[in-house]
C-alpha cells in the first residue's frame, strides 16, 4: 500500500523503538472489568470539552506531512472529524494551508503549534489562527530537539523526497501510490514554507528541525496564554510535577503524551502516568492523552483511569493511506462501534460514568 520509507515515517518510533513497543505493552497490561445487570438500553458518547460538544471523546490529533498518505489528507481528515463530530487538529507540519484546513468539512478545528526559536514568526502563526477560528491552540513542548528515528535515517526520508534507487524500487513495486503523489505533485510541509521559506537548509524539514526552540519555559508559554484568547493546551507532557507550572501559566488542558515513541526512546507510556496527572490536577484541567492507542477498548481504559479524551493519530493516517475519506471515516465509526460495546459491557452509560474500579492491572 505504501512505499517502504512512507511506511517507516508512519509507523516509526525514536532509537530501539523501546517506548513505541511499552506504549502498546502498557496499554495490554490494562484489564476492564464488566458489570452486570445495568440498565443500559440508553447509551451517549457525547463530552464536553473546552466548552463545546462533541459526539464521543475522540480527537484526531496532529500529525506532520499527511499527505504522503493520500493527496490532500490534512482536509478529508477534518472533512471526516467534522462528519463524525469530533474535533481535528492541525500540525505546525502539515502538508496544507491553514485557511485550507480552516475551512475543511464543517467540525471544529484545533491547531498544534511548534514553539519557533524566532518567537515573532510562532506569534504571527498563533495569530492566524486565532483569525481563522481555531477552536483550541495545542503547544507541543516535548520536541526542543528532534528525536532520532533511526527508520528515518536507514531510509534517507527527506522532504522533499530525494530519490535514490532503493526508493525508486519501493516506489515502482507501489503503483497506486506513485500514480496519486505524481498526479497531486510531491507533498511539502506549506506552513513551514511560508514561514521560513527553504532558507539555505537542503529541505524544508531541516528549516523546523534547526528552527525549534529548546528555550521554551513556562514562562513563554504564560506569554503565549496572553495571546491566544479561546482554549490553550500543552502537549507532551510526561511529568505529573509540571502540573502545577501549567496551572499557574493558566492553561486549560494537557496532552499527556510521549509523542507516539517519537521522541525520548526508553521513555515511560503515557497510559501508565495518567492516574498521577488525575491526582495532581484535582479536576482543574482537562486531560487529553495519546500514543498507543488503537481501539475503542484502548479509549475505555483511559477514560475508566481519569482522561477526558483520547487523542489519534497513526490510526487514521493508514485508514487515509487505505482509501481517502471513506477509510478515515470508516475507522472512526468502528472506534466509536467499539468504545459502545466496552461502555455497555462495563455498565456504562455516560462518559463521566467512566470510574478507576473498572480498570485492573
Do not use: C
Not at 136 to 150: K, S, Y
Amino acid at each position: 500500500m505504501l512505499p517502504r520509507m512512507v511506511f517507516d515515517f508512519i509507523d516509526g518510533g525514536s532509537g530501539s523503538e523501546a517506548t513505541l513497543l511499552e506504549n502498546r505493552t502498557a496499554l495490554d497490561r490494562i484489564r476492564l472489568v464488566p458489570s452486570a445487570p445495568i440498565d443500559v438500553s440508553t447509551r451517549t458518547q457525547s463530552v464536553n470539552l473546552f466548552g463545546k460538544s462533541y459526539s464521543m471523546p475522540l480527537i484526531i490529533g496532529p500529525t506532520g506531512l499527511a499527505a504522503i498518505t493520500w493527496p490532500k489528507a490534512e482536509l478529508l481528515l477534518a472533512a471526516a472529524a467534522g462528519q463524525a463530530g469530533i474535533p481535528y487538529v492541525m500540525s505546525t507540519a502539515a502538508s496544507a494551508r491553514m485557511e485550507d484546513v480552516a475551512s475543511a468539512g464543517s467540525g471544529s478545528k484545533w491547531f498544534q503549534l511548534y514553539p519557533f526559536r524566532d518567537r515573532a514568526i510562532t506569534q504571527n502563526i498563533l495569530r492566524r489562527a486565532d483569525d481563522l477560528g481555531f477552536d483550541v491552540v495545542e503547544i507541543t513542548v516535548d520536541n526542543p530537539i528532534p528525536g532520532t528515528r533511526l527508520r528515518d535515517n536507514r531510509n534517507g526520508f527527506s522532504v522533499p523526497f530525494v530519490w535514490t534507487l532503493p526508493k525508486l524500487a519501493s516506489v515502482a513495486a507501489h503503483p497506486g501510490w506513485a500514480m496519486k503523489m505524481l498526479k497531486a505533485g510531491a507533498p511539502r510541509m506549506e506552513l513551514v514554507s511560508e514561514a521560513f521559506g527553504q532558507q539555505e537548509a537542503p529541505t524544508i524539514a531541516a528549516v523546523l528541525q534547526q528552527q525549534l526552540d529548546p528555550a521554551i519555559s513556562w514562562d513563554y508559554i504564560k506569554t503565549l496564554r496572553d495571546l491566544w484568547p479561546r482554549a490553550l493546551v500543552v502537549k507532551g507532557m510526561l511529568d505529573p510535577s509540571q502540573v502545577r507550572h501549567a496551572i499557574s501559566a493558566g492553561v486549560d488542558g494537557i496532552v499527556i503524551s510521549n509523542h507516539g515513541g517519537r521522541q525520548l526512546d526508553g521513555a515511560v507510556s503515557s497510559i501508565e502516568m495518567l492516574p498521577e496527572f488525575v491526582a495532581e490536577s484535582g479536576g482543574r484541567l482537562t486531560l487529553l492523552i495519546d500514543s498507543g492507542f488503537r481501539t475503542g477498548t484502548d479509549i475505555a481504559k483511559a477514560l475508566a483511569m481519569g482522561a477526558h479524551a483520547v487523542q489519534i493519530g497513526r490510526p487514521t493516517l493508514f485508514a487515509s493511506a487505505t482509501g481517502g475519506q471513506p477509510a478515515i471515516e470508516r475507522a472512526l465509526s468502528l472506534l466509536r462501534n467499539e468504545l459502545d460495546i466496552a461502555q455497555a459491557l462495563m455498565g456504562v452509560r455516560s462518559m463521566s460514568e467512566f470510574t478507576p474500579r473498572m480498570v485492573r492491572l
